[in-house]
């Protein structure tokens, strides 16, 4: 939902960044207000998942130029975790398996390290075990999964629906979701678009990024960017995302390289 | 206690190796406490294992089986004999090791000696003989076509402890017996002083029977002493024995120890080896098939630091077809520590349709940390399916990064994907509170 008026949660200008010496992103723009859910989309190779990463603060992406601001603070001066605290959450297109350590240990790790970084008090393991009781729901998810170790053995799906799982339980700023609705089945990606748009409201932003149109058939996006060679190109509303599944990407490349001469 | 290498009975490190190396192996062989007359048995086996120690020297890393493994510093420690008697230990001292399960089924040593106070074996269920050697060997006329008799005795350290011990474990399961609690024979040492012991066990599963077993060394102070464990396993036909040994020795210790392991047609056993290491500690690990269709898992996991040396080297050797075998090693390598492993897997013309897989995969923690790994398959027979793999690596940032993103500090979240690797390897433990307490002492050692 779009709103003027509402504030900036994350503002990107003239970002540039490398992965081992070669430059991925060259010169990205992107600004996202309170409320707002963004798609990002760009064929394979474009940068949507580096910036992702750089969003999240990956130690092996090194960021050469810009700026980022996140709620007016910079985010660049804020290492992984410190950003994981102050509200940015990635959810991962192929998130870890971790044996020995259940699902309901890793929220609880997670979600108080959250809250001593608000200054509040560690939510006990009772307290605790009800909050993540209710939030199943949201993705529709069997308590079983709860004792069972972090997606080990986990369906593709169920890996995903446990990423919105602990989004809702880290209760995000600025939701980056990477990539979330690949390897899902049509049954799967209801799910997930269900619990997203559950989780989205005026307070916050989601930035999806996709390489596919389906996912917003479930989640509307406010604004549709298109990447590629590491920048957003061209930038509409939900109908860009029903042209780009019609024709392709090539016809944007063309309109850019127009355009820049 | 350290002695300077000027002392003329040890090795000096440019003098003549071989003469000292074998003289320090006849020094040790001397510290050993004599026997009672009245066990007999002991007395032959005691004495053929004698005549082959006094052939024998301490390997140098020119032997091929020690080339990664010095045992220099083993040299530069002169021991003591054990002392006769073992110290009066009250229960509660021990008590952190008992295992819940195996409250009415545990034989407890002491320094070597056999501690019937602490041990709990009133309470047995019926089909399965829990006692020592010496009580064992008046018992059972069989006695004498098992102990002492499995392949590979005559290496150096095997044999030291052939000559040596004067009694033992005897865990003996009767034909068709299913033995539910497990059964944990501890190794407690007490040693404050150089001393030297020759623990041995003999485990018998008769034809059908089904045994869980728990072996385990610990240590109740930080001293110097040497540990040369022998631990014989046999598995009749259609025999099941799950054996999980466990290994945690003080970081001044020396422990060589030998599992032998022989199994009969359509048996099945499987080895969880956790160590967590010595000063130096080795694990010789030899399966010896003598039937068709052996099923054999042998599920390793070493955790060192600091300056430990810890080694694995496994045999399984196939003789008849339809076997299998899946064997997975883990080590977890920090700061100057050495890991080694070599795994051996002897496949001949007659042990068509083996199936044998090996995976040995090690995590290196700090830069000078260091691994020798050595797959070593051996195979003549040519309708098989033989796999191995090994891999080396340090923790996936893209793993540290995925916890870091969820809010967890980076040393916690290294701490907790180490964790993660070695659970892996726990998880196949079948004891409940062992495998509790020892997720507890990984995540403590990475704490």
Redesign the interface.
């Given at each position: 939902m779009i709103n003027e008026n509402s504030e900036v949660i994350l503002s990107v200008r003239n970002l540039t960044a490398d992965v081992d010496g070669i430059q991925i992103l060259k010169g990205l723009n992107l600004e996202v207000k309170a409320g707002e859910i963004h798609a990002i989309m760009g064929p394979n190779g474009s940068g949507k998942s580096t910036f992702s990463?750089v969003l999240?603060?990956?130690?092996?992406y090194t960021v050469t130029g810009g700026e980022i601001s996140f709620e007016g603070k910079n985010l660049l001066e804020l290492?992984?975790?410190e950003?994981?605290?102050s509200g940015i959450?990635?959810a991962?297109q192929y998130?870890?398996e971790?044996?020995?350590?259940s699902n309901l240990d890793?929220l609880r790790?997670?979600y108080n390290?959250?809250r001593k970084?608000q200054g509040l008090e560690e939510l006990d393991a009772f307290d605790f075990d009800d909050l993540v009781k209710q939030k199943l729901d949201i993705v529709k998810m069997n308590p079983a999964f709860l004792g069972r170790s972090l997606n080990e053995g986990f369906s593709g799906g169920e890996k995903k629906r446990n990423e919105i799982l602990?989004m809702a339980m880290?209760e995000p700023k600025l939701g980056i979701l990477d990539e979330t609705d690949s390897g899902l089945d049509i049954d799967a990606l209801k799910i997930v678009s269900n619990g997203v748009n559950q989780l989205a409201n005026a307070e916050n932003a989601i930035v999806l990024i996709t390489h596919y149109q389906r996912l917003l058939d479930y989640i509307t996006p406010d604004y549709v960017h298109v990447m590629e060679g590491g920048r957003i190109l061209t930038t509409g509303g939900k109908e860009l995302a029903l042209e780009l599944e019609a024709r392709g990407y090539d016809w944007v490349r063309e309109e850019e390289a127009v355009a820049a001469k | 206690m350290t002695i300077p290498s000027t002392v003329s009975d040890v090795a000096p490190i440019n003098g003549k190796l071989k003469v000292d190396r074998a003289a320090y192996l006849q020094q040790l062989l001397s510290l050993r406490p004599a026997l009672d007359e009245a066990v007999g048995l002991l007395n032959v086996i005691r004495d053929r294992a004698t005549a082959r120690v006094q052939e024998l020297a301490i390997p140098s890393t020119r032997d091929e089986e020690w080339r990664f493994t010095d045992l220099s510093d083993l040299l530069q420690v002169r021991f003591q004999a054990s002392s006769e008697q073992a110290p009066t230990l009250s229960f509660d001292k021990i008590q952190p090791f008992i295992l819940p399960e195996a409250i009415n089924s545990r034989l407890v040593f002491v320094d070597g000696h056999y501690d019937p106070a602490l041990s709990g074996v009133d309470d047995l269920p019926d089909g399965v003989m829990v006692t020592s050697l010496a009580a064992g060997a008046e018992l059972l006329k069989d006695l004498p076509s098992y102990l002492a008799q499995q392949q590979g005795a005559e290496e150096t350290f095997t044999a030291l402890n052939t000559a040596s011990f004067t009694d033992g474990a005897l865990v003996w399961v009767e034909k068709n017996q299913t033995i539910v609690p497990p059964i944990q024979i501890l190794y407690v040492s007490t040693a404050t002083q150089p001393t030297i012991d020759h623990p041995r066990a003999l485990v018998v599963a008769e034809s059908g029977s089904k045994l869980t077993l728990i072996e385990e060394y610990v240590t109740l102070y930080d001293g110097t002493y040497f540990t040369n464990p022998v631990t014989e396993i046999w598995l009749d036909t259609n025999a099941e024995v799950h054996h999980t040994r466990i290994q945690h020795d003080s970081d001044a210790a020396f422990h060589i120890g030998k599992t032998a392991v022989s199994q009969a047609r359509d048996s099945r056993y499987t080895c969880n080896a956790v160590s967590f290491g010595a000063r130096l500690s080795r694990h010789n690990l030899e399966v010896y098939h003598t039937g068709e269709q052996t099923e054999t898992t042998l599920n390793g996991l070493t955790i060192i630091s600091g300056e430990q040396v810890a080694d694995t080297h496994s045999t399984i050797a196939y003789t008849h077809p339809h076997g299998s075998s899946n064997q997975i090693h883990k080590c977890i390598v920090d700061d100057r520590a050495h890991a080694i492993f070599n795994g051996k897997v002897f496949v001949p013309k007659a042990a068509q349709l083996t199936d044998a897989k090996q995976l040995s995969s090690n995590l290196l923690l700090s830069p000078k940390a260091r691994i020798d790994t050595k797959p070593q398959l051996e195979i003549t027979a040519d309708n098989v399916k033989c796999t191995h793999g090994a891999t080396v690596s340090q923790l996936d940032?893209?793993?540290v990064?995925?916890l870091?993103?969820?809010?967890?500090?980076?040393d916690?979240?290294r701490k907790?994907?180490t964790?993660?690797f070695?659970?892996?390897v726990?998880?196949e433990i079948p004891v409940a509170s062992l495998r509790e307490k020892l997720?507890a002492i990984v995540r403590e050692q990475q704490a």
């Open positions: 990463k999240a603060g990956h130690p092996d290492g992984a975790e950003r994981a605290r959450f990635l991962f998130p870890i971790i044996p020995g350590v890793f790790v997670a390290s959250k970084h602990q880290l | 940032s893209d793993e990064f995925y870091q993103s969820r809010g967890i500090d980076e916690s979240a907790l994907l964790y993660a070695a659970y892996e726990i998880r997720a």
